[in-house]
């Protein structure tokens, strides 16, 4: 594993028998799991590239069960690592040796569904399509859309603040989520929020949502459902260059239209979605943009016009409007699948999320061209283009003696680059493992431990997801004093990796 981890605690290791068998009479039956073969499915999130097995897999179905297991693991100090469904790409669910996988996939129940006040109450290892699904029947829908929705689940998705196609126009999770119910590494059992607007007091609902597992475990979320727009339709527009796209988003933009959904894909991404599943792209051009448009359908066919007239103004040289339903999802299976698509032309690949202003696109696309040429590994290109939410995929083969190192080395460079033209590395993935370590590139030391002050408030021991996300471990007591002078650290005996 080429990214370093906090060392695992010996005493621990030591007395593992003794931890499986207080957490099997806390959630007994298949509830716990300690056989290395039957972990090694839990071994990595989606970023495969970094994996090794958990202490223990524990599978609690209960609010009661979680709560006791964290109570457990905070007397006796024992690291927590909670887990969804396990597509996280930034490594946030990577378990750690010495650590708990506290796995939320049983509480998968749509608890009840609130027409009247357009919302649902769910379990955290609810899909995020499975939400859709069950209210579907009656012209409802969730709207962030992350591609992995099939498999996503909500907690997750609360955790990472999970972007999609089409949140654009309708919000990122942290717009869509109305309440939580949370379980500190104490075992308190918090609710916040609920199918009300405005919580009082403060925000901890918006801080909760993208903590990416630090502060809290999710077991129940109330969303908003929407109902479905009356139209939707989507338009392929071809350019022979990704800077005309750039273009020709930004120009979408500033006429003041917010599409459903705006996305771009270059021409390796495009190729390889089409050989996958046949959307019914055009080939024979440098960049894809689909943008759907949706509302009454007096107003999308207005709306559909202008998109048109401003990517032809943009040097457009194809332009295909959606004529059913079955063609409009076809453009979209093709935008979803892009990342298996890739994975079809490339041993491995790897996924970057960082984010720009619009505007910047063309500069961070040449960028990326000199760095592609540099490290001489190829790159595939998908965006949420109305967000300047990047998706670069770095293709390299792990077999391949330093070719994940060099894939890194070039991801990381793609993220200086974003914050470099003022964007962001979080992206929408989270910060995990992946981005831990160049954290500093975009928040001074400052910043930083305000952002550990938050953590300890919540955590003081460090226990719940420790490693991810900051990259050093400062004690909740140190903070404020920790100075680094002249290369010299103050209280040298503090635990860092
Ligand atoms: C093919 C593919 C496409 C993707 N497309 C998108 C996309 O379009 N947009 C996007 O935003 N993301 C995307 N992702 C990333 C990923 O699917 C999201 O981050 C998703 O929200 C993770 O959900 P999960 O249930 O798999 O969480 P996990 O991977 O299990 O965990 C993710 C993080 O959340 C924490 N966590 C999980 N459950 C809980 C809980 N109940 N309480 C507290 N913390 C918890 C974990 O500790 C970890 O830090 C994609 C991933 C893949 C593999």
Not at 193 to 201: I, P, Q, S
Not at 323 to 336: I, L, N, P
Request: aromatic share 6%.
């Amino acid at each position: 594993m080429s990214v370093m981890m906090p060392k695992p605690s010996e005493a621990i290791l030591s007395r593992r028998q003794v931890i499986v068998d207080a957490l099997r009479a806390i959630v007994p039956g298949e509830g716990v799991v300690d056989i290395a073969q039957e972990m090694a499915v839990f071994e990595s999130d989606g970023l495969t590239a970094y994996r090794q097995l958990p202490l223990v897999v524990v599978l609690p179905q209960t609010v009661r069960q979680v709560a006791e297991v964290l109570t457990y693991c905070h007397r006796e100090e024992i690291p927590v690592v909670p887990r969804g469904s396990g597509t996280s790409l930034s490594g946030g669910a990577l378990p750690l040796q010495d650590g708990v996988l506290l796995v939320l996939s049983k509480f998968n129940r749509v608890l009840e569904i609130d027409y009247d006040n357009r919302c649902a109450v769910v379990q955290p290892g609810v899909t995020n399509l499975g939400i859709t699904h069950a209210v579907a029947h009656r012209g409802f829908y969730y709207a962030p859309d992350p591609s992995s929705q099939i498999a996503c689940s909500i907690g997750g998705n609360v955790a990472e603040n999970s972007g999609g196609v089409h949140c654009l126009k309708y919000g990122l999770t942290a717009n869509n989520v109305l309440g939580i119910e949370f379980v500190t590494i104490e075992g308190e059992i918090v609710r916040l929020g609920g199918k009300h607007l405005d919580a009082e007091g403060y925000d901890i609902l918006g801080l909760m949502t993208g903590s990416e597992g630090l502060l809290g475990v999710v077991t129940e979320v109330t969303v908003r459902i929407l109902q479905k727009p009356e139209t939707a339709r989507a338009v392929l527009i071809g350019f022979p260059t990704s800077e005309q796209a750039g273009a020709c988003v930004a120009a979408i933009i500033a006429k003041g239209i917010i599409p459903g959904g705006m996305e771009m894909m270059d021409r390796p991404a495009i190729h390889a979605a089409e050989d996958f599943v046949q959307a019914g792209y055009p080939t024979d051009v440098e960049a894809l943009l689909i943008v759907e448009l949706d509302g009454p359908g007096a107003e999308v066919d207005h709306l559909l016009a202008e998109v048109e007239a401003i990517g032809n103004a943009n040097g457009a040289v194809t332009c295909r409007v959606s004529q059913s339903e079955e063609e409009r999802a076809a453009f979209w299976a093709g935008r979803k699948a892009a990342f298996p698509a890739v994975g079809r032309i490339s041993p491995d690949y790897y996924c970057m999320d960082g984010t720009i202003p619009r505007k910047e696109l063309p500069k961070v696309l040449a960028g990326m061209k000199a760095l592609s040429d540099k490290y001489g590994l190829r790159v595939a290109n998908v965006f949420h283009a109305g967000d300047g939410n990047l998706h670069p995929l770095i293709l390299y083969d792990a077999n391949n003696e330093g070719e994940l190192r060099r894939a890194e080395e070039f991801g990381n460079d793609i993220l200086r680059l974003c914050v470099e033209v003022g964007g962001v590395l979080t992206g929408e993935h989270g910060v995990g493992v992946e981005k831990r370590d160049l954290m500093p590139e975009m928040f001074g030391e400052d910043d930083l431990k305000h952002q550990q002050r938050v953590k300890c408030a919540f955590d003081d021991k460090h226990l719940l997801n420790p490693g991810k996300v900051f990259p050093e471990l400062h004690r909740c007591a140190e903070l404020g004093r920790m100075h680094v002078h002249k290369g010299q650290v103050a209280f040298p005996d503090l635990p860092r990796f």
